[in-house]
């Protein structure tokens, strides 16, 4: 029998089986032939047969080990790994020092998750058989899950740990290096992360890998070029090299098409798409691709589309769950993405991507109080002083109640004439769907002048709408006092202002805003208000963005020694803004525009205006910023007009969590 030992020593398993079957015909009861068939049937992935053969022949030779290990072995096989779990045991403490028991109960204990008993166990056969190559192998993987199960668990420091100690066994082991690598990334230390994926690249294939990666450090770091740049290498490589690797091929044109998403190429992704497709139309990353392409042109509706036909063929799709959960929270439907956030979390515990959407969602949904407060003055030597007060309270991801209250005191310090007004409105707002909003709040102004004291009603209401993707249309009104100075004040002018907002945004970076406002003043005059905007996005992290805008402004009547009321007044002028408010601890604003007003007939004049902010988070509740703002555009008060305003907000989550959070939880499973 030695050529079928042979046979089963290279693996050559359909070899072997074929040779002791040929044995067991002419010696249907030989025991080592039956024990090298059950092996070889075993290996082929017959397990159930070789369950019973080895359960048969255990049955008659009781006590013999080599039997019970291939019995234990074959439970191992066929995925019994309890029972296995409870065999090994019992033949290690019929024989502690042998190796091949000992490390088939590791490997048991590995496949069961037990890791830290799988390792204890797997280092007590190294200490039997040092420096054996199968066990070795075994603690390697054993090592590989329990530093992902660390990970999970947010345990880096120690996952990474029993990585480092894989790759002093293995030295540049491109399993290792790729767990090392996505735990760096987790922890943003992306130094290290690019250090570990360009040891990876030790050979041609591997170099792909290796581009991969980079990529998505790359993008991590926000340097989109350099990861389109990347993936592209990494495809060019994958159709030279290695042409016969579907697996490779796949993730490279995954990644390539990835970069081009994060670049907006849009034309070049679909494009690149359309070429996967035809080459691998059985891939289960097609839906995904599709779906993300979705979810970065806002094509919302296709993004559920792909998610729920993931989810179809996997209700455990990692991809399918907490990517629809993102699709439903941009869709404005926020109860059915917290319903799939917690699935991705009940399929896979303490994922950091699913607990952060989660967390977000619920701060969205948490109650809040603002103040701002501001000194402001101009040229006409106008000073006033005013703090308001704002609040939230969503009852439902579909209803909130909203508050404020305002106190501005202002004087003239040239006349003497001061005024004081207070504003307090309720009200209510309300999202119908994904498309449609309403807001309505209601209240009332008290003014005290220098000759007269009033109240008055006070309220606004508008419906915001979605009519198309990448677009928003708001229809509103708002009823308010001119409140700018003592002496507008003193006059008891209320202004109704009908509005309409649009807003275009493209895939191409670029942006269009326009806002029309017709008011009808009690004072029997009318205002015409126009204001455009063209704007381009050049970074996306922080923002940064230019353009030009466009006002113009009329009045029916021109009352100029009351307020200014020009006949026609236009206003041109380019601007630049930066912003930094994505989740840092300090977030930053700086915005500058400079132009030309035209004032009826009056000589042109150059118009400046700048505003900055600063602010910090001091707490995922506490917020505080200052501003200050300075304009010399023509207002409500006259040309030749220069404004300042310097200012401090605050922002407090004055609770934990949602009013409804025990709704929210009842979602999980």
Partial sequence: MKEGFGYLENGRYQEAKSFFEGILKNYPDNRTAKLCYGRAIGLLGESEKAVALFTELKSIYPNDYEIKLNYAESLLWNKNYEKAETYYQTIVEENSTSFAAVLGYANTLSNLKKYPQALETVNKALSIQAGNPNALISRKYIRLGYAFTLSQNKEYEEALNLLEQNLNDFPEDKDTLLNQANIYIILEQYDNAEKAYRTIATNPKDSITSLQGLSLVSHKRFKEKKALEQASEALRKAKKLSPSDENLLISSYERYIQALFWNKKFKEAKSTLLEFEKQYPESTNLLSLRATLGMYTSDFGLSLDQYQKILAKSESSFDGNLGIANAYRASGLDMKSYEFAFKTLFFYPKQPDAEKLIA???????????????????????????????????????????????????????????????????????????????????????????????????????????????????????????????????????????????????????????????????????????????????????????????????????????????????????????????????????????????????????????????????????????????SNIASATAAGFEFTEIGFKLKWYFLEKPLFNKKIEKLRL
């Fill in 360 to 630: 977000t969602l619920k701060k969205s949904h948490t109650p809040f109080i603002e103040n701002r407060t501001a000194y402001t003055f101009d040229n006409g030597n106008n000073e006033a002083i005013s703090t308001n007060f704002n609040t939230e309270i969503p009852l439902s991801p579909k209803l909130k109640i909203r508050g404020s209250y305002s106190f501005r005191t202002t004087e003239n310090t040239e006349t003497g004439s001061k005024a004081e007004s207070q504003e307090a409105l309720i009200g209510l707002d309300y999202k119908f769907g994904g498309r449609i909003g309403l807001k309505g709040n209601l209240g009332f102004n008290a003014s005290d002048a220098n000759t007269t004291s009033y109240t008055g009603v006070i309220g606004e209401v508008i419906i915001s709408t979605k009519p198309f993707r990448l677009q928003s249309l708001d229809f509103g009104y708002k009823r308010e006092l001119q409140n700018f100075n003592a002496d507008l004040i003193d006059r008891e002018i209320i202004m109704n202002n009908y509005s309409i907002n649009y807003n275009l945004g493209t895939n191409i970076n670029l942006g269009w805003y326009t806002q029309a406002i017709y008011t009808t003043q009690s004072d029997d005059n009318t205002r015409n208000l126009l204001f455009t905007s063209l704007y381009y996005n050049i970074l996306n992290r922080p923002v940064l963005k230019t353009g030009i805008n466009y006002q113009y402004i009329s009045f029916k009547d021109q009352v100029p020694t009351i307020y200014f009321s020009p006949s026609s007044f236009h206003l041109v002028e380019v601007f630049a803004e930066l912003l930094n408010d994505q989740n840092n601890d300090w977030i930053y604003s700086l915005s500058a525009a400079a132009g030309r007003q035209f004032v009826e007939e009056d000589p042109a004049s150059t118009t400046f205006r700048a505003e900055g902010k600063i602010g910090h988070h001091f707490s995922e509740r506490f917020m505080a910023h200052i501003y200050g703002k300075y």
